[in-house]
C-alpha cells in the first residue's frame, strides 16, 4: 500500500441492489469516514463517493459500483485515504496513527515501551503501552492528557516523553 495511505475502514457488505455497501469504520466518530470524497478501496481509487450513517453503519455509492454483484467482489477490501485529505490539526494535536508505534520515555528516562493502540473512554484517549526490551514486562494503559500526562511528543525522532510512575498505574490489570 501506498505510504500516503491511511485506512479509515473495511467493506463489509452489499446494502440494497445498485451497488451500495455497507462499511465498517474506523474513524472516531465513525461517520467522519463519510467526509472524504475520495476512497482507495483495494488498489483501485474511487472519486465521488457519496456515504452517510445508516443506523449504526455506514453505507456508501461507490462510482461504477452499479449492482449486488460488483458491491460482493469489494467485500472484505479495505478503505484508505489519501493523507492530504485529513484536516489539519493544530500545534500538539495529533492523529492516532501519528502516536502508534512511538517510544514511551517517563521524565526520569526509562523507556516504557511502544504505542501499540489507542482507545477512547469517553473522558479521553488511552494509550496501550507495550513494553520493550528495555523495559519490563508490564503492559501499561496510559491516558493521552497532552500538557499533563503527555509532556512532549516528537514524530521526527519517534518519542513520547510521558510523566508517568508506576504508582499511576491500577492495580487490577
Keep these: 500500500m501506498n505510504n500516503d495511505l491511511l485506512t479509515v475502514g473495511k467493506i463489509t457488505g452489499h446494502f440494497g441492489v445498485q ?3 455497507k462499511v465498517f469504520s474506523y474513524t472516531q466518530p465513525m461517520e467522519n469516514i463519510t467526509r472524504y470524497g475520495q476512497w482507495h ?6 472519486k465521488g ?3 452517510k450513517k ?3 453503519t455506514i453505507v456508501a455509492q461507490v462510482p461504477d ?3 449486488r ?3 460482493q467482489a469489494l467485500i472484505g477490501q479495505m478503505v484508505s485515504v489519501d493523507m492530504t485529505q485529513l484536516s489539519p490539526l493544530s500545534a500538539d494535536d495529533y492523529y492516532w ?3 502508534i508505534g512511538l517510544s514511551v520515555i517517563d521524565q526520569n528516562n526509562q523507556v516504557l515501551g511502544r504505542v501499540e493502540s489507542m482507545f477512547e473512554t469517553g473522558a479521553n484517549d488511552v494509550m496501550v503501552v507495550k513494553p520493550t526490551e528495555s523495559a519490563d514486562d508490564e503492559t501499561l494503559l496510559i491516558p493521552y492528557l497532552y500538557g499533563q500526562t503527555v509532556t512532549s511528543v516528537n514524530l521526527q525522532t519517534a518519542e513520547m516523553r510521558v ?3 508506576d504508582s499511576d498505574q491500577p492495580d487490577d490489570l
Design 163 to 165: 510523566d508517568w510512575t
Design 19 to 21: 451497488g451500495g455497501v
Design 65 to 67: 459500483i452499479n449492482s
Design 41 to 46: 478501496i483495494g488498489d483501485r481509487l474511487f
Design 69 to 71: 454483484e460488483d458491491a
Design 97 to 99: 496513527y501519528q502516536l
Design 54 to 56: 445508516h443506523g449504526k
Design 49 to 51: 463517493i457519496k456515504a
